[in-house]
């Protein structure tokens, strides 16, 4: 297994487009996390899936933001009709289902810049 | 989440031991206490984590004082490569143990 994946890398968009980011987590974690990061800051908590079912969906920033994992692997994150302030670090990260006890796997982002 | 505070910059030399602290005084009794670290460019990585007693890896230490309100992760011989930002966390159940990162110690190792 070589780790959370995240695709593409790098994104440019017009301001007004849809972009849709995609997350392959490590095979069998149960839980799936998406944060925003901006320059500067720490990772910003987002969503969280456990196997399909969203059960965290609050902190998503706005209505124009959704995710989904549609058979509890891969998961997207879709943000409609984006804005110069959704440039941003998007981070994926799985992890096992063992409660506090265990650790989160982190890809290595997608960096959107709205233009 | 407990609030935890972190200085926001330290600096070290190289192949000397680094202490990094936390405190995080609202800590509940089951809460435990996680260390990433996220290096230029990169996503956020696991460095250890801990509930009561220290803990050691391949990574680095974890000192956990007896009360639970403050932490200190150790780096034992500081690399240019340990140069990152380091965040102390300690998440709860809500909303999936997800983590609550704040702005964590920028860490710097001159040589």
């Known amino acids: 297994d070589t780790g959370v994946s995240q695709n593409p890398r790098h994104k440019i968009t017009k301001r007004g487009q849809n972009v849709t980011f995609r997350c392959d987590p490590i095979?069998?974690?149960?839980?799936l996390y998406w944060y925003r990061q901006t320059l500067g800051q720490g990772p910003e908590f987002l969503t969280y899936?456990?196997?399909?079912?969203?059960?965290?969906k609050s902190r998503l920033l706005s209505d124009r933001f959704s995710a989904e994992r549609p058979k509890g692997s891969f998961s997207t994150l879709e943000i409609q009709r984006t804005e110069q302030g959704d440039s941003a670090m998007y981070l994926c990260?799985?992890?096992?289902?063992?409660?506090?006890?265990?650790?989160?796997?982190f890809g290595q982002g997608t960096r959107l810049t709205v233009v | 989440d407990a609030k935890t505070t972190q200085p926001n910059s330290m600096e070290s030399n190289e192949e000397e031991p680094v202490h990094l602290p936390c405190n995080h005084s609202?800590?509940?009794?089951?809460?435990?206490i996680h260390w990433y670290r996220q290096l230029p460019s990169q996503g956020p990585e696991y460095v250890i984590h801990?509930?009561?007693s220290n803990v050691n890896n391949r990574m680095a230490s974890l000192a956990i004082a007896e009360d639970r309100k403050s932490s200190t992760l150790i780096l034992h011989r500081a690399t240019l490569r340990d140069a990152a930002v380091y965040y102390c966390?300690?998440?709860?159940?809500?909303?999936?143990?997800?983590?609550?990162f704040g702005k964590g110690t920028s860490l710097l190792v001159t040589p």
């Open positions: 990260a799985s992890s096992p289902n063992r409660g506090l006890n265990t650790e989160a796997f």
């Open positions: 095979s069998e974690h149960n839980r």
């Open positions: 899936f456990q196997n399909e079912a969203q059960l965290e």
């Open positions: 609202t800590i509940s009794g089951t809460d435990y």
């Open positions: 801990g509930l009561t």
């Open positions: 966390i300690t998440p709860n159940s809500n909303s999936g143990y997800a983590l609550n």
